[in-house]
Every structure is written in structure tokens, then in C-alpha cells.
């Protein structure tokens, strides 16, 4: 049987299902399509994603609807949309001092 049999997309797809990281890890910001900031934010997120996800699985199974697999809730994440509206202070390297600069006070 060749590497390639092995591989089938039904095998592919219950690994990345059994393992939660493996599928992050995988998914729209570490390809390679993003800047290494915006990569190195994404790093950091893995449990807050993990956790939104969880919190959409409970919301389906509670109104009866399909649940969604985690990569399709990865697939359907808005990924530069959401690192877009963040504020510049909540960025890797980003700070908020060019947008409000310190002030110097004198007191006598």
C-alpha cells in the first residue's frame, strides 16, 4: 500500500479532527499568506479559538442544528479581518505610544 493510498481524504480528515492543534496549526495564518506578525499573534490564540469553537459546537447542539467540525469553523474564520480590527496595542510589537504619545508633567 503506497503513502499515498494511506492518505485518503477520509483519513486526513479524522487526524485533523482527533487532534485540535494539528488543524490550527495547519489552517489560513501559518501557509505562509500572512506577515509573521500577524502569524505570531495567531500562535497565542490557539485556546481562545479552541474555546469560540466550543462555544458554537454547544450553541448548534443546543438549537438542535449540525455541528460543525473544527476545520470547517477554521475554514469559515475571517482570520485577517479579525487581526485587522484589533487595536495596535494588542499586536505582537505594537504599542499604543505613537497613537498617545506620554506627556511630560513639571510640578513645582
Not at 18 to 44: D, I, K, V
Amino acid at each position: 500500500m503506497a503513502w499515498d493510498d494511506f492518505l485518503t481524504s477520509s483519513f486526513s480528515d479524522y487526524m485533523l479532527e482527533s487532534s485540535p492543534s494539528m488543524a490550527y496549526f495547519s489552517s489560513t495564518p501559518f501557509q505562509g499568506g500572512t506577515s509573521p506578525a500577524q502569524q505570531q499573534y495567531w500562535q497565542g490564540q490557539y485556546g481562545n479559538v479552541y474555546n469560540q469553537y466550543e462555544g458554537a459546537l454547544g450553541t448548534s447542539l443546543r438549537t438542535g442544528g449540525e455541528a460543525p467540525s473544527f476545520v470547517d469553523f477554521l475554514d469559515q474564520m475571517p482570520w485577517t479581518e479579525r487581526y485587522t480590527s484589533l487595536s495596535p496595542s494588542l499586536r505582537p510589537g505594537g504599542t499604543s505610544r505613537r497613537f498617545n504619545p506620554t506627556t511630560r508633567f513639571m510640578y513645582r
